[in-house]
């Protein structure tokens, strides 16, 4: 069972335009909720992250927002550039520390075309 | 500073045998996680290692352990391999435990079971 759902496999946009990937939630434990990238042949990186006190944060070009009550968050990339092609992952936890804790997303593909 | 380093990176076992893969965590980080990648299911939470004890178990069969030795590099070990342990197994490392914000991937070793 998928605690975390990311529907859109894959995702193409084009250079400059706006990325928007989205992340379902099922438990309504998770209150820290976080985006890591991935390139190919390389571990994750954290991206971003956001507390359920908070409703929007923001980092540079890379914003997440979060509805609590429609347990959804989406990552907004502006604009986008063709280095932010790689996999998304969405992940989620009931608090904010403790790596078991975590559950993640299968990932998003995002390809930016020049 | 050198990064996350993880050996072998790829491997190629049958079923039945048992594999350890190892992992070099960033000089003076001292947790160690580790993850199983898979198409389906994402990242999951395998363990978490802290200056030589295991802090915290994701739930996976006990043919999954670990250790992590005095120099903080760790090592997880898969007894009886199935077909369904063909996965990447990422290695992250942190200077506090459970700080999922501040890890930092290894670029992970692909196994494929046979």
């Known amino acids: 069972d998928q605690q975390v759902k990311q529907n859109s496999p894959s995702l193409s946009v084009q250079e400059g335009r706006i990325s928007i990937l989205n992340c379902d939630y099922t438990?309504?434990?998770?209150?820290?909720f976080l985006w890591y990238k991935k390139y190919p042949a390389e571990g994750p990186t954290f991206l971003i992250s956001?507390?359920?006190?908070?409703d929007k944060n923001e980092d540079g070009r890379f914003t997440v927002f979060l509805n609590k009550s429609a347990k959804h968050l989406s990552l907004h990339i502006v604009p986008s550039q063709p280095g932010d092609s790689a996999v998304y992952f969405c992940?989620?936890?009931?608090?904010?520390?403790?790596?078991?804790?975590?559950?993640f997303g299968i990932g998003t593909k995002l390809q930016v075309i020049p | 500073k050198a990064g996350v380093t993880q050996t072998p990176r790829y491997l190629i076992k049958t079923r039945g045998q048992q594999v350890t893969l190892s992992c070099s965590p960033i000089s003076g980080h001292r947790s160690v996680s580790w993850y199983q990648q898979t198409p389906g299911q994402g990242l999951q939470f395998l363990f978490e290692?802290?200056?030589?004890?295991?802090?915290n178990k994701g739930n996976f069969p006990g043919r999954f352990s670990g250790r992590q030795f005095s120099n903080s590099r760790s090592e997880m070990n898969v007894s009886t391999l199935e077909l369904g342990d063909s996965a990447l197994y990422l290695c992250?490392?942190?200077?506090?435990?459970?700080?999922?914000?501040?890890?930092?991937f290894g670029p992970g070793t692909r196994l494929l079971v046979l």
């Open positions: 956001i507390s359920s006190i908070k």
């Open positions: 290692y802290f200056s030589e004890t295991q802090r």
């Open positions: 438990n309504s434990m998770f209150d820290y």
């Open positions: 992250a490392s942190s200077l506090r435990a459970g700080d999922q914000e501040t890890q930092y």
């Open positions: 992940a989620a936890s009931p608090n904010s520390g403790g790596y078991q804790k975590v559950t």
